[in-house]
Nanobody
């Protein structure tokens, strides 16, 4: 069982930046592709970004390309989401997730372990 704990959320003005972190309890963290998802009130959980086990491949939803960067440090069992040029529509609870299969997926159903989430609020 992989336990994931997110941190780094908060309140920021539009145009600002935040860096989210997600630390895993599992020493085999490097064997899991990782993803970030978000869920706004009244909306379904949606894919934000994903990264392969080594970090060589990254994937983003179109609306965050060029603004968000996903990265990982396997020595620290941590995945990051650097968010720049934030917009009010980025407001949501952000969750990190680990996937057992090495095949890339943008579906929440494709991920096996989830963190509790961290709130990101962007004011206009």
């Amino acid at each position: 069982q992989v336990q994931l704990v997110e941190s780094g959320g908060g309140l920021v003005q539009a145009g600002g930046s935040l860096r989210l972190s997600c630390t895993a309890s599992e020493r085999t963290f490097s064997s899991y592709p990782m993803g970030w998802f978000r869920q706004a009130p009244g909306k379904e959980r949606e894919f934000v970004a994903a990264i392969s086990r080594t970090g060589a491949r990254t994937y983003y939803r179109d609306s965050v390309k060029g603004r968000f960067t996903i990265s990982r440090d396997n020595a620290k069992n941590t995945v990051y989401l650097q968010m720049n040029s934030l917009k009010p529509e980025d407001t949501a609870i952000y969750h990190c997730a680990a996937r057992i299969s090495v095949i890339h997926s943008t579906s929440p159903a494709g991920y096996d372990y989830w963190g509790q989430g961290t709130q990101v609020t962007v004011s206009s």
